[in-house]
T-cell receptor, first 114, second 114 residues
Framework: DGGITQSPKYLFRKEGQNVTLSCEQN?????MYWYRQDPGQGLRLIYYSQIVNDFQKGDIAEGYSVSREKKESFPLTVTSAQKNPTAFYLC?????????????FGPGTRLTVT | GEDVEQSLFLSVREGDSSVINCTYT??????LYWYKQEPGAGLQLLTYIFSNMDMKQDQRLTVLLNKKDKHLSLRIADTQTGDSAIYFC??????????????FGTGTRLTIIP
């Protein structure tokens, strides 16, 4: 089945530790995205990538880092510099060769930092 | 910049129609989307509308677009308990880097009253 997988579904970390969230897609999509979701605030874009080995900051990139070494994979690292990392993180991908550019989402990872 | 606004909550009796509203500010939007998010899950694309259309119908879903007022609505006919979810509208715009970017609203939590 084609789709986007994120792992793990739940992640717990101690304050001061870096943590990496996984995102993999087998849809052959060019673009991939990371969003953060907080209650009552909708989705905010952290980073996005439209091609391998290239990525751009979104609206709230501070305290996060990404890499795009393979088309299928776009891992997100939440660093200790992120002041409020507890949130629900969503990965998405889209086909830039289409015309409607709809984004397909993974099931999300809920990160809790204590 | 882009801004997309929605009411946070809507309650509807089972069998009635639900109407979820959204306003946006970017007049250069080309596509507008409705996504559905069930508890603890990612977002699922429900439907989208191109900006030169004013209506799109897909089974129980009707999307209305008033481009002059920058107002988008999603009507769900014969609302069922399975429609309970958070509904996000999103607009497609061009970012400062010339790339496609989606801006999401805060989401409307739809609750069905038996």
């Amino acid at each position: 089945d084609g789709g986007i997988t994120q792992s793990p579904k739940y992640l717990f970390r101690k304050e001061g530790q870096n943590v990496t969230l996984s995102c993999e897609q087998n849809l052959n999509h060019d673009a991939m995205y990371w969003y953060r979701q907080d209650p009552g605030q909708g989705l905010r874009l952290i980073y996005y990538s439209q091609i391998v080995n290239d990525f751009q900051k979104g609206d709230i990139a501070e305290g996060y880092s990404v890499s795009r070494e393979k088309k299928e994979s776009f891992p997100l690292t939440v660093t200790s510099a992120q002041k409020n990392p507890t949130a629900f993180y969503l990965c998405a991908s889209s086909n830039l060769r289409g015309y409607s550019y709809e984004q397909y989402f993974g099931p999300g990872t809920r990160l809790t930092v204590t | 910049g882009e801004d997309v606004e929605q009411s946070l909550f809507l309650s509807v009796r089972e069998g009635d129609s639900s109407v979820i509203n959204c306003t946006y500010t970017d007049s250069s939007s080309t596509y507008l989307y409705w996504y559905k998010q069930e508890p603890g899950a990612g977002l699922q694309l429900l439907t989208y509308i191109f900006s030169n259309m004013d209506m799109k119908q897909d089974q129980r879903l009707t999307v209305l677009l008033n481009k002059k007022d920058k107002h988008l609505s999603l009507r769900i006919a014969d609302t069922q308990t399975g429609d309970s979810a958070i509904y996000f509208c999103a607009e497609r715009a061009i970012s400062n880097f010339g790339n496609e970017k989606l801006t999401f609203g805060t989401g409307t939590r739809l609750t069905i009253i038996p």
